[in-house]
Every structure is written in structure tokens, then in C-alpha cells.
């Protein structure tokens, strides 16, 4: 089973330039890289995904090296509204069964 | 579109008596999954349909957890009989045919607590 390794919390002002690193040492060659974010007393949203090199959309990139072992989601210019926990999800589809496990997530906090 | 309904918000219940969660996908979605989140645990999925088949039910608690999807539209949790370790957010989160298994869209979870 795959499993992911991220840090338990960060802390960030106002502005900064946030970078979010997610180990996955085991991750298979189908599987993809995806990340959440999570408000309280709310669902997780889907942010970003991507397989390898790196992908951008307009909320965040996500940066993965050739070895895949591990990403890192980049949130630009944060606000106080990024406070929230964040994800890193990973497939394992070699089971059999299409198993997802979710991370302890990274809690951000926004400092103003 | 409306996203993933589920019913009800919030749910209080006493020891031993049955639960049952609702959840509504998104129209065009053919995968459904039931998450519980917990302090303690984080985010478990509990099991996953797809065309409304139960696919994968390894993450079940046990046999008081039980789930249906009688049709594209509707799935049921149900927790008989609930217990004070039941209490948690279950969330329901569906996905499309034409996006990866992972992009899932979640609903706004379900607050239970058993006393």
C-alpha cells in the first residue's frame, strides 16, 4: 500500500510563496499524485493532480521529480482563506482493489 | 450542478440504535465512495462502488456497517446497531467516468454522534 509522509503543520504570512513537500517511496508506476485541501466542517476540495514534471493550474502547482518518490504542491502568494489542511493522495491500484489512502494532511496556517 | 448531497448534516443518536446516512452523486458520476473522518484516524475510506456495484468494502469497521446503492443517484450508510465509537463525519464523494479515479467530489459530510 502506498503511503504518504507530509508535515503535520507549516506556518506561512501573508503573500509567501507556500511549498507543501509529500513523500510516497512506494509509488507504482500507475499511480497518480493528487492533492486536496480541507476546510473545517467541510469536504475535502480537489486542487491539483498530476503524474510527473509539473503541472500548474490557476490555485497551485505541483512538482514531481523523475523518481516520483516524492512532490511538492506550491501555493502562490498565499492568503489568510489558504488556512486549511492539505492532502497528498496517492493511488495503489496493485491489489487488485483500487485502495486510497489519505495522509495524516499538512495543517496551514496563515499569518497575517 | 448542485455537487454530492448528503442527509442528514447532523445526526444525534443514542447507543443502539440504527443509523442511516444518504448520499446523492453528481449526475454523470459513476463512482461513489464513503469516507469517515475521525480526530484520531483522519480520512478512511470505507468502501467504493462503481456503476453502482460495491467494489472494494475492506475498509467496513465491521459487520454493523453496511452500504447499498440501489441506483445511480442514491447510496445509503447504515449503521446497525450504532455505537459512541460510530461518532465521526462521514463523508460520501463521487467521481466521473471521464476524470481519474482519484478526482473525487466531496459533500459536505454528515455529523454523527451516538451518546
Known amino acids: 500500500l502506498a503511503k504518504t509522509t507530509q508535515p503535520i503543520s507549516m506556518d506561512s504570512y501573508e503573500g509567501q510563496e507556500v511549498n507543501i513537500t509529500c513523500s510516497h517511496n512506494?509509488?507504482?508506476?500507475?499511480?497518480?499524485i493528487t492533492w486536496y485541501q480541507q476546510f473545517p466542517s467541510q469536504g475535502p476540495r480537489f486542487i491539483i493532480q498530476?503524474?510527473?514534471t509539473k503541472v500548474t493550474n490557476e490555485v497551485a502547482s505541483l512538482f514531481i521529480p523523475a523518481d516520483r518518490k516524492s512532490s511538492t504542491l506550491s501555493l502562490p502568494r498565499v492568503s489568510l482563506s489558504d488556512t486549511a489542511v492539505y492532502y497528498c493522495l496517492v493511488g495503489d491500484s496493485g491489489a487488485g482493489s483500487y485502495q486510497l489512502t489519505f495522509g495524516k494532511g499538512t495543517k496551514l496556517s496563515v499569518i497575517p | 450542478d448542485a455537487g454530492v448531497i448528503q442527509s442528514p448534516r447532523h445526526e444525534v443518536t443514542e447507543m443502539g440504535q440504527e443509523v442511516t446516512l444518504r448520499c446523492k452523486p453528481i449526475?454523470?458520476?459513476?463512482?461513489l465512495f464513503w469516507y469517515r473522518q475521525t480526530m484520531m484516524r483522519g480520512l478512511e475510506l470505507l468502501i467504493y462502488f462503481n456503476n453502482n456495484v460495491p467494489i472494494d468494502d475492506s475498509g467496513m469497521p465491521e459487520d454493523r456497517f453496511s452500504a447499498k446503492m440501489p441506483n445511480a443517484s442514491f447510496s445509503t450508510l447504515k449503521i446497525q446497531p450504532s455505537e459512541p465509537r460510530d461518532s465521526a463525519v462521514y463523508f460520501c464523494?463521487?467521481?466521473?467516468?471521464?476524470?481519474?479515479?482519484?478526482?473525487?467530489?466531496f459533500g459536505p459530510g454528515t455529523r454523527l454522534l451516538v451518546l
Open positions: 498530476g503524474y510527473k
Open positions: 464523494a463521487s467521481s466521473s467516468p471521464q476524470s481519474s479515479f482519484e478526482t473525487q467530489y
Open positions: 512506494n509509488i507504482a508506476t500507475n499511480d497518480y
Open positions: 449526475s454523470g458520476h459513476n463512482s
